[in-house]
């Protein structure tokens, strides 16, 4: 199994506050990625990584920011909370972008916005 | 831009028979993956198959084989003698050489005894 994990697990949180999620990798790998998981909606993108501090945004990106200040570390930070972000939030790596090239996912983290 | 459809929201399947999951995708670029994952309760991403653009024959890995067609823009997920523990969502995936991986909204899978 790839070495991904996510911190916390699971976070209950209140409206207006800033949370911020953690993907650890041990996989060295260039390129690592924020996805929410929504019904309805499958995996979307939020936030990807193509180096240290090299990030970019996904298709839904607004009220989300990252950070990546080593190669095994990416967090996203909700800045103030709304319940529309309740959510299951994954991270994924990768190797490099080609079309070959699968997604790692870590264990997912349940955001309950309350 | 790329986009997934997976328009199967629910599908049941009885034990021991096959069950096709439909995908089909919309990109211009002729250079791209697609790519099957399992997602049980516990929720975690299980990568399943891949299959690339200009690979010739469907892909196959056990009991799953990726029914690809690519003038339809179609790449259906085949499990053959569909097993209790194979029930579960099921997202399918592209890839665009450079480009993120999109998804599609999943089909949840059951298995009947």
């Known amino acids: 199994d790839a070495g991904i994990t996510q911190s916390p697990r699971h976070k209950v949180t209140e409206t207006g506050t800033p949370v911020t999620l953690r993907c650890h990798q041990t996989e060295n790998h260039r390129y690592m990625y924020w996805y929410r998981q929504d019904p309805g909606h499958g995996l979307r993108l939020i936030h990807y990584s193509y180096g240290v501090k090299d990030t970019d945004k996904g298709e839904v990106s607004d009220g989300y920011s990252v950070s990546r200040s080593k190669t095994e570390d990416f967090l996203l930070t909700l800045e103030s909370a709304t319940s529309s972000q309740t959510s299951v939030y994954f991270c994924a790596i990768s190797e490099d972008t080609g079309g070959n090239t699968e997604a790692f996912f870590g264990q997912g983290t349940r955001l309950t916005v309350v | 831009a790329q986009k997934i459809t997976q328009t199967q929201p629910g599908m049941f399947v009885q034990e021991k028979e096959a069950v096709t999951l439909d995908c089909t995708y919309d990109?211009?670029?002729?250079?791209?993956?697609l790519f099957w994952y399992k997602q049980p309760s516990s929720g975690e991403m299980i990568f399943l198959i891949y299959q690339g653009s200009y690979d010739q024959q469907n892909a196959t890995e056990g009991r799953y084989s990726l029914n690809f067609q690519k003038a339809r823009k179609s790449a259906n997920l085949v499990i053959s003698a569909s097993q209790l523990g194979d029930s579960a969502m099921y997202f399918c995936?592209?890839?665009?050489?450079?480009?993120?991986?999109?998804f599609g909204a999943g089909t949840r899978l059951t298995v009947k005894p």
């Open positions: 995936a592209m890839r665009v050489v450079n480009n993120d991986m999109r």
């Open positions: 990109t211009s670029d002729p250079s791209y993956g």
